[in-house]
């Protein structure tokens, strides 16, 4: 990246998408509404366990303004499978797919079981209200430990005891030995609770089908519009050529809006059947009954460590919940999640054995984090647990076991490599900013000043420290320059809320010397860009990113040849400043921009050239990058309500390059916000029939904006060597580093080694009273 | 979110909505809890008689003795009255607390009475400020005091066909309010109101009400009891006297005798836990006139 000033990139332009986003005139899926549409909602399974006896669709038939009335039968005869594929390669059992409506029984609390296509939403709901489904219920288990023990009822025949997969990362047996050689061991216990995407926006499709060509489009709330595209193939059983998946203004993803769900899949069956669009948007229950939740880990772990603070072993056990059915690699996600379990930390020896198990529950996939949230937890919460048995500091301890930044790249011991790190600085910054003040000598942990130290409530302070791997799997960016010199930029990633239309225009702007304004940026349509792999992982930045930039300087070059072409000059000779191609050493010898494009498109091409000023590029990076950060909070707890304030919370964050701070920042307030959501608020809650009783905003407790502290936010910059722009993610560093953040701070305030989240009130009342 | 199907009314006055009334129905009023339950299906009334639009049941009417609030009158427009402020603080107060913005804009008074949720913030208002709720029905009008119309979870002493029509509250020297934000819903987990005049510098007519903890606001009798007569000086300082204190911890055992109130967010016991500090807040608002805290969030 240039060292100039004057560059795009590096600076806080403001975004572009916002104007149409805050006013209100952004197109969402739900705002289209095709002339024929018929509108789609489902019978939902009000058990979480049961065979399906019968179900009696006749009532909701005859009603008026109901077209059609769907059940697995109807499925079972088309030409489709209609089951949501699963990927099974790293399970010990073969389940099948989700079905997309029940086939003969129902494994969780909203699982659709009927589908009502109507004239209208209201049609559509009387005629759910008139299907009626007889159940034989059976055993119910929700809990992913108890689902593993003798005798409770099995979800699937070829995982007699629900346990999808049991996999190893690292070495356990070299763990344990490590941690048996270490002066003390110190343990932990905890829970991972269980939360749902809460999207600003439910899911929702409209699917359109062009019987004449035999072409179904699918506009959709999706992260990934290919992605989509090849599990409705599969789904329908169509080829891929035969699908169109568009996705337009999305309000939120997090996961959800990138996993397969039943809704999507047959409204697109739907449309086919009846040759009319169909419409489908989940309610806001319908969205959080069918999931796909998230994390719902058990763990209990042990570290290893020296008298003098140093790690040596890292012992793992995990029962995560991977509900009803798998959705996609919902059920093998568990098995990867100990990857970032090192931390910071040079640990000799880590091993991890996760069991993932099938329960009466909405099916769990990924959610911002992914798998990362969950093990940074368990690594800084047993660091913090370490540091309170030994009489360490908590910042000391850590400082002592980072990797220091000429081992990189590090290989840790559970697999990973890091690609670049410089982890003390970021530490260091958090503690200055916090005025963290260390007294290891006297006995004194810490102390830090705040507002009102005198008024009755108990502080806290909170550390956490934590890697995150970014950017897997390959991208598609086009560049493409029309004849007037304006520029579309393509990319198969899709930006919704990550603000890809001023990210991508200012690396391309600064690439061809154009200004932004003339650089479109357009993603979420299959049929019109590449096939790419769509935005989750923060990774679209690193892969999206890069291609468009690798796009970009294809085109520049050809500009310059086209250049030297009609400058009648050698293509060395040529160079591109302030939107001109100029000879050096001849200032007044120039063209424009706008003139090659048209060049290019025209006619005075040499002969070696094609026309055309455009490139593609599939760009996969080198590696992972490892992005990385330590944040810190400051709380305040009232011991009459159990109220715990946020009194300050710092985050200093390396994402590498940053291609437009202020994004990054606004990033990094998100993700804090709804990693402080899972500490003090979210949690899924079933009852003891499996019905689902957090199936609303009103159950389901996401913070509100002013229950969330001023963030501040500050950053250092270790570029990686694994991509072009030296970048790292930063989609999910604030819902990793929030949660021992706060834990860690509250646990301070309490005087204990540890709380299990949400921390309720009641739940610190509780702990005051033991 | 889909209603079932209705017939909707819009009476033009009091009396052709008692007329409706007799033939079934519901009375639509802001609608933010009735539209709500439609939405979900949890009702199917057929009809629904909407008054929101009925003048004569809208307004505010500071008089020297007392406050007359039309039933269909917003939370918004409470807040924003200079006489209800200064009047009936602690019922301004309370409105400021429910839901957002948009709920303040439509949510009103009589809806929220008739509504009695365990966890509403103007039914412990309306009791401690002691109010008359003034009611039409097909036998003519009649007046329940506060005290009598709350008899449980949404459950109130108004009959099917009868319509709140207006709110009388006396003014009263000094109330307060304070509440638990219910960390889902937002509703009042927790909430106590305090009400009192000054006579001689000291707490004269105390009343207090507590909501969220139980199924419907009760009085706190034995809070009422201790603070009445108590120098309001004593009250401002930092920490109160020892006796108060006391019948503060004790305010939890005084919803003993009623059904108590909680969910999975926050339990019984929990919130009967928490009774004493937020009683000991809301005095606090009374004596330096902010009539209003809230507590469960960060600040
Ligand atoms: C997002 C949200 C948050 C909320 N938060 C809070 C909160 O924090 N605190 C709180 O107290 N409330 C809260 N509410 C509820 C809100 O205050 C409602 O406005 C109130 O409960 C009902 O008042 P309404 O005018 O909207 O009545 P409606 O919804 O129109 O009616 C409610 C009930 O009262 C009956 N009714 C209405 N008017 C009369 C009348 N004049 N005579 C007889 N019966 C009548 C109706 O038939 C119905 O049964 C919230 C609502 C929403 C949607």
Known sequence: ??????????????????????????????????????????????????????????????????????????????????????????????????????????????????????????????????????????????????????????????????????????????????????????????????????????????????????????????????????????????????????????????????????????????????????????????????????????????????????????????????????????????????????????????????????TNTAPLHSYRGAGRPEAIYVTERIVDVAARELGIDRAELRRRNQISPDEFPYETAVGASYDSGDYEPALEKVLEAIGYDERTEDGTVESVESDDPDDGRLRGVGIACFTESTGGGFESGVVRVHPDGGVTVAAGTHSHGQGHETTYAQLVADELGVPMEAIDVREGDSDAIPKGTGTFGSRSTITGGSAVVESAREVREKAREIAAHRLEAAVEDVALEEGEFRVAGAPDRAISFEEVAGAAYGRGLSEDLEPGLEATTFYEPDGTAYAFGTHAALVAVDPATGDIEIERYVAVDDCGEQVNPTIVEGQVHGGVAQGIGQAMYEEAVYDDEGRLLSDSMAEYPVPRAEQLPDIETETTVTPSPRNPLGVKGIGEAGTIAAPPTIVGAVADALDVAHVDMPLTAERVREVLEE | MYPPEFDYYRPGDVSEAIDLLSGGGRVLSGGQSLLTELKARQTDPGRLIDVGRLESLSGIDAGSEGVRIGATTTYAECVDSAGVREAIPVFAAAAEHVGDPQVRNRGTVGGNLAQADPEGDLPPAALAADATVHVAGPDGERTIPADDLFEGENRTALESEELVTELVLPAHDAGGYARRIHPASGYAMVSAAVVFDVESEAVAGARVAAGGAVERPIRLAGVEKTIEGTPVADLAGNGFPTEIGNALDRAGDEVDDELPYGDRHASASHRRELLPAYVERAIENAIDGTGSAEGGESR
């Open chain 1, 1 to 358: 990246m240039s060292e100039e000033s004057d560059d795009l990139t590096g600076s806080p332009v403001p975004r572009r998408e916002d104007e149409a986003l805050l006013t209100g005139r952004a197109t969402y899926t739900d705002d289209l509404v095709p002339p024929d549409a018929a509108h789609l909602t489902f019978v939902r399974s009000e058990r979480a366990h049961a065979d399906i006896e019968s179900i009696d669709t006749r009532a909701a038939e005859k009603l008026e303004g109901v077209e059609a009335v769907y059940t697995w039968p109807d499925l079972a005869d088309s030409s489709s499978p209609c089951v949501l594929p699963i990927s099974t390669g790293s399970l010990d059992c073969e389940p099948p797919g989700h079905p997309v409506l029940a086939r003969d029984r129902v494994r969780y609390h909203g699982q659709p079981v009927a589908a009502v296509v109507a004239e209208d939403g209201y049609r559509a709901r009387d005629g759910v209200e008139a299907v009626s489904v007889n159940y034989d219920s059976r055993e119910v288990v929700t809990d992913p430990e108890a689902a593993r023990e003798e005798g409770a009822p099995t979800l699937f025949e070829s995982a007699p005891d629900n346990v999808a997969a049991t996999t190893e990362q690292g070495d356990l047996s070299k763990a344990e030995a490590a941690i048996e050689d270490a002066d003390r061991v110190v343990s932990i216990d905890l829970e991972n609770n269980r939360l749902i995407s809460s999207a600003i926006e439910p899911r929702a499709a409209v699917a359109e089908y062009d019987a004449a060509a035999d072409r179904l489009t699918v506009t959709m709330t999706s992260q990934s519009p290919h992605g989509h595209r090849g599990k409705l193939a599969s789904t329908l059983g169509l080829p891929e050529s035969a699908i169109r998946v568009i996705a337009p203004r999305v309000g939120g993803g997090f996961g959800h809006k990138g996993h397969h769900h039943p809704g999507e899949a047959m409204a697109a069956w739907a449309a086919r059947d009846i040759e009319r669009s169909v419409r489908w948007t989940a309610t806001r229950s319908a969205n959080y009954l069918e999931g796909a939740h998230a994390r719902d880990h058990r763990t209990t772990a042990h570290l290893g460590v020296d008298a003098d603070g140093t790690f040596r072993g890292l012992a793992v056990e995990t029962t995560a919940n991977v509900g009803g059915y798998g959705l996609g690699g919902g059920a093998s996600m568990p098995g990867w999640y100990g990857g970032l379990l090192s931390s910071q930390y040079a640990i000799p020896a880590i091993g991890c054995r996760t069991r993932a198990v099938f």
